[in-house]
T-cell receptor
């Protein structure tokens, strides 16, 4: 089975712009979660989508949003970019059936905001 | 509340055992995980343990869980240079949200 894929792998934007990142989960997985990784704050949960609905949300401002499509692929969007949004954005997929399942991570998208 | 703590750095000689420690605070955690991250890469799931277990062994990896003290450890036997990486422990309570520790950088010296 192919793993979790994320596109693009690298991105450079300027302050005030917006960006859209994409995540394709492992085939058959219906849950996609997004995490932000920065040197200062570490790994922080952004949100989770299951069956096209946001099921769980972290403590991030409204500039961070996401969606999920019927094929379980997910996108996250960050509007009005700030320098502090520079980070590695990781998505993880799982079956979505319950607490006991494991999440598998993609390679991440590294975003640099100038 | 949720908080996961790890030591920052561990240096070990090739062939020795490594032990990485983690403490967590959420007593409702159901599963605890260990992930490995190599430079420029995402997170690789190494192993996990259910909260009603004390120990889990998986080849060179041994996970110990002390639920009373909320202490989790990962032992890597016969550590190799390819084990040099950052190791994250994570807890999961309800839902699919993982709360991660800050990561332990492991350096394996030949």
């Amino acid at each position: 089975k192919a793993g979790v894929t994320q596109t693009p792998r690298y991105l450079i934007k300027t302050r005030g712009q917006q960006v859209t990142l994409s995540c394709s989960p492992i085939s058959g997985h219906r849950s996609v979660s997004w995490y932000q990784q920065t040197p200062g704050q570490g790994l922080q949960f952004l949100f989770e989508y299951f069956s096209e609905t946001q099921r769980n949300k972290g403590n991030f401002p409204g500039r961070f949003s996401g969606r999920q499509f019927s094929n379980s692929r997910s996108e996250m969007n960050v509007s009005t970019l700030e320098l502090g949004d520079s980070a590695l954005y990781l998505c993880a997929s799982s079956l979505g059936r319950g607490t006991g399942e494991t999440q598998y991570f993609g390679p991440g998208t590294r975003l640099l905001v100038l | 509340g949720e908080d996961v703590e790890q030591s920052l750095f561990l240096s070990v000689r090739e062939g020795d055992s490594s032990v990485i420690n983690c403490t967590y605070t959420d007593s409702s955690s159901t599963y605890l995980y260990w992930y490995k991250q190599e430079p420029g890469a995402g997170l690789q799931l190494l192993t996990y343990i259910f909260s009603n277990m004390d120990m889990k062994q998986d080849q060179r990896l041994t996970v110990l869980l002390n639920k009373k003290d909320k202490h989790l450890s990962l032992r890597i036997a016969d550590t190799q240079t390819g084990d040099s990486a950052i190791y994250f422990c994570a807890e999961k309570a309800a839902g699919n949200k993982l709360t991660f520790g800050g990561g332990t950088r492991v350096l394996v010296k030949p």
